[in-house]
Structure formats: C-alpha cells, structure tokens
C-alpha cells in the first residue's frame, strides 16, 4: 500500500522502475506462500518451514 502512495503522490512520485521491482519481488514472495501452501496441502502438515524461517518468522 505504501508503493501505491508514493506512486500517487502528486509532489515526490516514485520512480516507476523501482516500483516494477517492488511489484516483482510481491509477486515472487505469493508465488512461494501458494508453493508452501500446495505442498502443506500434499503432504498433510499443518505448518511451513520457509516463511517461519524468516525474520520475525515471517510476520
């Protein structure tokens, strides 16, 4: 949401490439969690490993 107003705001606009690659790595990140969800899914597990393994356990 914060890319959103940068990219609004009407006095310092954020430059559009480096929103791109804020879009970019947002979609790798949900990509990942529908991995890690479709292999809890397969599997029969209730938690994840990667996203728990991120800094404040991805929260």
Same mark, same amino acid.
Request: hydrophobic share 40%.
């Given at each position: 949401?914060? !890319? $959103?107003?940068?990219? *609004? ?8 490439? *480096?929103?791109? @690659?804020? %879009?970019?790595?947002? !979609? @790798? ?5 529908? @991995?890690? @969800?479709?292999? $809890?899914?397969? !599997?029969?597990? *209730? *938690? %994840?490993?990667?996203?728990?393994? $991120?800094? %404040? =356990? =991805?929260?």
């Amino acid at each position: 949401m914060a !890319t $959103l107003r940068a990219l *609004r705001d009407p006095d310092n606009p954020m430059a559009l490439d *480096r929103a791109k @690659v804020i %879009g970019e790595v947002a !979609t @790798v990140l949900v990509n990942s969690a529908k @991995v890690e @969800v479709d292999y $809890l899914k397969v !599997t029969q597990q *209730r *938690r %994840g490993q990667f996203f728990e393994a $991120l800094p %404040g =356990g =991805g929260k």
